[in-house]
């Protein structure tokens, strides 16, 4: 795996095959709508589109995440989007307000409430295909405006879910070697020259892999393994004597 995370574009393809995936489902789910609630259930059972996104998909990335980490972050297409805005964006640095995760509380009462209960976006597949736009846009507007990362970090409801469930997983990126990193000098994997590059970025989740703990924040993106010369990224097995209480 930790191979696979060292290839230049093994990623990236990916991601890009999930984006083109996601463009997919929202094309054939638009025009698929009913107002009648027992049609709508039957939708939810028997429609592709909605049996891919919350039979397959939504349960998979859960089980993924409580077993092995955060790889559906991995290959995210909205990281793909969050990376394009932040480039061309304003960079601005995150504000108070979404540093205390307020941002994502709304968010999560906006899916639950509004979009699920009221409008059963998990039933109709074209109001899932809307849902689905609205993330994108919203994902790609909020990375115009602030810096690298930031709507990964303090604003995207799904990845903050899957770092809480990926607490007890198995596995963690780490460094192979402390002293490697104490000795060198251009810490590239967080250094500011390499924040916006397409591979081998510095870690724009504001992450210093020789001192992460648990890794609830790391998106496995695998931007350190790239950035790192020493090749002194590793992802491995945790110590699961401390994984829950360290950070
Ligand atoms: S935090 Fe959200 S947008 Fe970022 S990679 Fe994870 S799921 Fe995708
Ligand atoms: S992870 Fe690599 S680039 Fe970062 S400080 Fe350690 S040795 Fe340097
Ligand atoms: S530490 Fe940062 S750069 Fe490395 S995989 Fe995690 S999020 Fe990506």
């Not at 009913?34 to 259930?41: G, I, L, N, Q, R």
């Amino acid at each position: 795996m930790n191979n696979l995370f060292k290839k230049k574009y093994f990623l990236i393809l990916i991601q890009f095959f999930t984006l083109i995936s996601f463009v997919f489902l929202i094309y054939v789910s638009i025009g698929i709508t009913t107002k009648d609630p027992a049609f709508a259930k039957i939708l939810r059972n028997t429609n592709l589109a909605n049996l891919i996104v919350w039979s397959y998909w939504w349960p998979l990335i859960i089980a993924i995440s409580i077993l092995f980490g955060r790889f559906w972050c991995s290959i995210c297409p909205m990281e793909l989007v969050v990376f394009i805005g932040s480039k061309i964006g304003l960079k601005n640095k995150p504000n108070k307000f979404l540093k205390s995760h307020w941002l994502i509380t709304l968010f999560y009462f906006l899916i639950l409430i509004v979009g699920i209960h009221t409008f059963q976006i998990h039933r109709i597949p074209q109001l899932m295909a809307i849902y689905l736009i609205f993330l994108f846009i919203f994902a790609f507007v909020s990375s115009l405006i602030w810096e690298k990362r930031t709507f990964c970090t303090y604003i995207c409801p799904i990845g903050h879910l899957l770092g809480f469930y990926s607490l007890i997983s198995l596995k963690k990126l780490s460094v192979k070697d402390k002293n490697i990193c104490e000795k060198c000098n251009v810490k590239d994997c967080i250094n500011k020259k390499n924040d916006y590059k397409l591979i081998g970025r510095s870690c724009t989740s504001e992450i210093y892999p020789a001192k992460m703990k648990n890794g609830k924040d790391c998106i496995l993106c695998g931007q350190c393994h790239k950035s790192c010369k020493k090749d002194n990224i590793i992802i491995k097995n945790k110590n699961r004597s401390n994984y829950l209480f360290s950070r």
